[in-house]
Antibody
Framework: QVQLVQSGPELKKPGASVKVSCKASGYKFTRFTMSWVRQAPGQGLEWMGWINTNTGAPTYAQGFTGRFVFSLDPSVNTTYLQITSLKAEDTAVYYC???????????????WGQGALVTVSS | EIVMTQSPATLSVSPGERATLSCRASQSVSRNLAWYQQKLGQAPRLLISGASTRATGIPARFSGSGSGTEFTLTISSLQSEDFAVYYCQQYNNWPPDLTFGGGTKVQIK
């Protein structure tokens, strides 16, 4: 069965960096794009963008350029989200989410990771 | 950016009753509208895509309707496991444009 397993919670100081991982199993990793979605405490969902798992090319949503980097290692079926120069407002749960449709992407998500809590505090 | 507005923010319903959730888009999204359910401490789950197509394994008591700017999610007879937050999401394929509504919390009356 399809599974997305994310790395554990992180506590970071402002200005530091963090790298969240998302390991996929149960399907052909390079055939489905992977998106990242942010959820601040008690808030709704924000789509951060997606990565083409076949080419490694990322696409960032508005508001998630500059400090946010998507990458992947297809040899271990894993995608990564790195955030640099962390701010208190980056405190959130970060989800990876697999696209429903094979290929270029439908922006519908049929499987999600369990979420990774990143807390930024001095 | 297309803004999605959900109403009401909170809906109090008794088990067995019908729940009707609304989602409005700031401009037409055709039928490119999905609904997700999120329970406390869990990741979202896809319920509906294409405004009205149930995802795999989703019970028939969940139904979606609408097109353009006005959409509705109906839960015909609420079960205990349905109390959760529901989000609508619009999606346009190119350029990539995806936004979620603010959510409707369905709670026990």
């Amino acid at each position: 069965q399809v599974q997305l397993v994310q790395s554990g919670p992180e506590l970071k100081k402002p200005g530091a960096s963090v790298k969240v991982s998302c390991k996929a199993s149960g399907y052909k990793f390079t055939r489905f794009t992977m998106s990242w979605v942010r959820q601040a405490p008690g808030q709704g969902l924000e789509w951060m963008g997606w990565i083409n798992t076949n080419t490694g090319a990322p696409t960032y949503a508005q508001g998630f350029t500059g400090r946010f980097v998507f990458s992947l290692d297809p040899s271990v079926n894993t995608t990564y989200l790195q955030i640099t120069s962390l701010k208190a407002e980056d405190t959130a749960v970060y989800y990876c989410a697999k696209d429903l449709i094979y290929g270029s992407g439908s922006y519908l998500f049929d499987h999600w990771g369990q979420g990774a809590l990143v807390t930024v505090s001095s | 950016e297309i803004v999605m507005t959900q109403s009401p923010a909170t809906l109090s319903v008794s088990p067995g009753e019908r729940a009707t959730l609304s989602c409005r888009a700031s401009q037409s999204v055709s039928r490119n509208l999905a609904w997700y359910q999120q329970k406390l401490g869990q990741a979202p789950r896809l319920l509906i895509s294409g405004a009205s197509t149930r995802a795999t394994g989703i019970p028939a008591r969940f139904s979606g309707s609408g097109s353009g700017t006005e959409f509705t999610l109906t839960i015909s007879s609420l079960q205990s496991e349905d109390f959760a937050v529901y989000y609508c999401q619009q999606y346009n394929n190119w350029p990539p444009d995806l936004t979620f509504g603010g959510g409707t919390k369905v709670q026990i009356k």
